[in-house]
C-alpha cells in the first residue's frame, strides 16, 4: 500500500530533510584523503543527532554504521571501516535521518583529490540522471515515465543503470511501497499522485551493471571492477509537480 502523506507530515519531512541536507554537506567538505570511513561515520552520528535526528541506517537490519561508505567500484552499502580515502577516489556517501517519526534518505558522489575524466563525466551523468527524473514528476504521470528518463539520460552517455538496486517510497518506515528501479517503459507502473513521498536513486556504472555482494555480507560491488556513483534525493509530489526534501 502506498502512503499519501498530509501536509503536516511533509512539513516534518522537510525538516528532517533539512538535517540530512547540512550534513551530506558537511560530510562532502571534510572528506579528504588520508580520513578513515569510521571518522567520517562518526562525525555524520554527531551532526545528525546535535541536530535533533537520529541515523535511520544504524542498525537497520544490523547495520553497524550511520551512513553508507561506498568507494571506486564499490556501489552502495559499503561499511564505514577503517579505510582511508586516497587522492583519485571518487566517494559515494548513502545517508538517512530519522526525525520526529519520519525518514529521509539521500546520496551523493564526490571526488576525492584529482581524479580522471570518466571518473568526472560519470559522476556528472550520474547527477544529471537523478534531476532528469525529478523534474518530470508531477500528479497524473507513470512512474515509469520517471524510470525510462533516468535510463535515457544514462545509456545514452554509454554507461550501466544497475537493474538489480531500486529507489523506493519512505516515510514512516525507511523503505515503503512502490519499488522505483531506475530503467523502465513510458506508460507503464502507477501513476502518480499529490503527497507520495519517494527516494529516487540512480546507480550508475561505467562498465557492467550487473553487481555483486562482497564477503562482509553488505558491500555491493560492480562485477567487472568498473567506476560506479550513486545520487539520491527524497522528494514529495506536489500539486504543481515536485519538491526536493533534501536540498
Keep these: ?26 560530510l562532502s567538505n571534510i572528506a579528504k584523503p588520508g580520513m578513515k570511513l569510521s571518522k567520517i561515520d562518526k562525525i555524520a552520528h554527531d551532526l545528525i543527532t546535535k541536530s535533533g535526528g537520529q541515523p535511520s ?3 537497520y537490519n544490523g547495520y553497524p554504521g550511520s551512513m553508507c561508505a561506498s568507494i571506486n567500484d564499490e556501489v552502495v552499502h559499503g561499511l564505514p571501516r577503517e579505510t582511508k580515502l586516497r587522492d583519485g577516489d571518487i566517494f559515494s556517501i548513502d545517508c538517512g535521518v530519522y ?24 559522476i556528472s551523468i550520474t547527477r544529471n ?6 523534474d518530470i514528476i508531477r500528479p497524473g504521470i507513470y512512474l515509469g515515465d520517471v524510470s525510462a528518463a533516468i535510463q535515457r539520460e544514462v545509456e545514452s552517455a554509454g554507461m550501466g543503470v544497475v537493474k538489480d538496486l531500486v529507489g523506493h517510497g519512505i516515510g514512516k518506515e525507511l523503505h515503503e511501497e512502490p519499488q522505483i528501479p531506475n530503467f523502465g517503459k513510458r506508460g507503464t507502473g502507477i501513476i502518480l499522485r499529490e503527497g507520495m513521498t519517494l527516494a529516487i536513486e540512480p546507480m550508475v556504472t561505467l562498465g557492467r551493471p550487473e553487481i555483486k ?13 568498473s567506476l560506479s556513483a550513486h545520487f539520491e534525493h527524497t522528494i514529495c509530489v506536489t500539486k504543481e509537480g515536485s519538491e526536493i526534501l533534501t536540498k
Excluded at 99 to 122: C, M, Q, R, V, W
Aim: charged share 25%.
Design 57 to 59: 541506517f544504524l542498525n
Design 129 to 134: 540522471a537523478l534531476y532528469k527524473g525529478i
Design 213 to 225: 555482494v562482497g564477503k562482509d555480507n553488505w558491500t555491493i560491488f560492480t562485477v567487472d571492477g
Design 99 to 122: 526525525f520526529e517519526g519520519y525518514h529521509t534518505d539521500s546520496a551523493i558522489t564526490i571526488p576525492i583529490g584529482k581524479i580522471g575524466k570518466d571518473a568526472i563525466n560519470l
Design 1 to 26: 500500500m502506498i502512503s499519501i502523506k498530509t501536509s503536516n507530515e511533509i512539513k516534518t519531512m522537510r525538516r528532517g530533510g533539512r538535517i540530512l541536507a547540512v550534513t551530506l554537506k558537511e
